[in-house]
């Protein structure tokens, strides 16, 4: 199976629908240093955890991360008088940029956010965890900028996909594996809360705005923006900001989404789903399309490409980012992966034996990578169903264009 | 009362699926399905057996009764 690259973008862009708050100031701006945040946000206000509390709640603020729990709720679950408080700038995901474009671009934001989640709740200290270098350099020099970042420390984490999530992410930060435990223990009954980067900027954006003026935009029930990283078949792809709930094809359109046939949302533990316009990009929205919001992933594959083989190449780029440290998801995912190569060669006997490992690796491993594989899986096989008929007799007559990306420096 | 496993100890033995054989199962790479149900609390003593035969420590027992805490985030 030959695969072209897409092509790697040293800077990515940055668009909005609708008024930029996250992303505010970098349409002219390469990066915001503190005053240049200052003059784009203004200045912080002080808060409390009570204060912080009742915004949350009132702006129903949930995490960004892919999991979407709400952020009051993990403040309070949290236990111990000094607890620690991490950011979770890791961006495993290929497919995602926007804590990438936070953390590089606009770091100031997520800081605002994080520092005062933690005096919130008396950190003993606050930690931004990345992968990317230029993110550490990045927030490290923005925590040189301030004077309210005594407590504030960056750390480079090394490892794949499954390194992080929040369990192994914590591991990792106290000198441990980058792996996810075995046994399931909560995060915050241990004292520490974990959520995504771009959660924290929400955050600073929601103390500035307070609920009311928050909640101007975006549903009811999901006020606010998202931030999406939209890619593959577009003109523009990039990271993007739009109030939740905005139509997908209003989204696609803006994007210049060239002849799609199917949306990967989500990410590769998210859903395939049929480019209906009519789609809602919220997290009920795309839960009523039987898909998932996830980590804000919107990526479109076109009929140039064998969507087949795009998901064959990522089933197998899963399987290999399974830790290795369970059986079923250690087994299971290679054999997933195989039948979804049986069924792009023309084996439409793969099918049966596909939603058979599937089902079988659910729910049976240390962390939900399994899972998310065998929903990233099934759903590609049922929006494909033509496509493997198609395979199976005689093909598409595409090639695999490498539309959904597979790891590489960005 | 549940059966829990670690998965990340697990080896796949069988020893679990040799001494609970009405309830634990083996899938086709030699790993433990285990039931959804709770077991009888006649059958503790056989649970508590395979939980000590296991080579790599890798089962528990759970006791209570709603043996998964509710949705609780990481």
């Not at chain 1, 919107?298 to 369970?326: F, I, K, M």
């Not at chain 1, 079988?360 to 493997?388: M, N, Q, W, Y």
């Not at chain 2, 670690?6 to 039931?35: K, M, N, S, Y």
């Amino acid at each position: 199976m030959t695969a072209v690259l897409p092509r790697l973008h040293g800077d990515t862009d940055t668009w909005t629908i609708g008024a930029p708050r996250l992303l505010a100031g970098l349409a002219t701006a390469p990066v915001l240093d503190h005053r240049a945040h200052v003059t784009v946000h203004g200045q912080l206000p002080p808060t409390g955890l009570e204060h912080l509390l009742a915004l949350l709640d009132a702006a129903r603020l949930t995490g960004r991360g892919g999991a979407g729990f709400p952020l009051a709720a993990k403040l309070r679950g949290l236990v111990g008088r000094r607890p620690t408080v991490v950011v979770n700038g890791s961006e495993s995901e290929p497919a995602s940029f926007k804590d990438r474009v936070l953390l590089r671009r606009t770091p100031h934001l997520v800081l605002d956010g994080a520092i005062a989640v933690g005096d919130s709740v008396g950190a003993r200290r606050v930690v931004v965890a990345v992968h990317d270098p230029q993110a550490a350099a990045a927030v490290r020099a923005a925590v040189a900028q301030r004077r309210d970042a005594g407590r504030v420390r960056v750390e480079i984490i090394d490892g794949g996909f499954v390194a992080g999530e929040a369990r192994a992410l914590v591991r990792a930060l106290a000198g441990g594996p980058a792996l996810p435990p075995g046994r399931h223990q909560h995060l915050t009954e241990q004292g520490v809360l974990v959520a995504n980067a771009e959660t924290f900027a929400q955050t600073a954006v929601l103390l500035r705005l307070g609920a009311r003026r928050f909640a101007e935009t975006g549903t009811t029930n999901e006020p606010g923006t998202a931030l999406l990283t939209i890619g593959g078949a577009v003109d523009r792809p990039g990271v993007v900001e739009v109030p939740l709930g905005t139509p997908l094809g209003i989204v696609l359109q803006a994007a210049g989404a060239v002849d799609p046939h199917a949306i990967v949302a989500g990410g590769y533990h998210g859903s395939w789903l049929a480019p209906r316009a009519d789609v809602l990009v919220s997290r009920a929205g795309l839960a009523a399309a039987g898909a998932t919001l996830g980590a804000g992933v919107l990526y479109v594959v076109d009929g140039y490409t064998c969507a087949l083989g795009e998901l064959a190449r990522v089933a197998g780029w899963l399987a290999d980012e399974s830790a290795g440290q369970c059986g079923p998801c250690r087994f299971g995912l290679p054999a997933l992966a195989a039948d979804v190569d049986a069924l792009y060669r023309g084996d439409t006997s793969g099918l049966s034996r596909a939603v058979r490992h599937a089902g079988a690796v659910e729910g049976r491993g240390a962390c939900k990578h399994p899972d998310g594989a065998a929903r990233f899986v099934t759903s590609g096989l049922h929006l494909l169903r033509e496509e493997i008929e198609r395979h199976a007799h005689g093909g598409c007559g595409r090639p695999v264009m490498g539309r959904l990306p597979i790891g590489g420096a960005r | 009362m549940k059966l829990e496993i670690d998965w990340t100890r697990c080896d796949g033995h069988g020893l679990c699926a040799v001494l609970l054989p009405g309830h634990v199962r083996l899938d086709e790479w030699g790993f433990p399905i285990l039931p959804e149900q709770e077991f009888e609390p006649g059958e503790l003593h056989a649970v508590r057996r395979a939980v000590a035969a296991c080579p790599a420590l890798a089962l528990r027992v759970n006791a209570s009764r709603s043996a998964r805490p509710a949705a609780r985030p990481a």
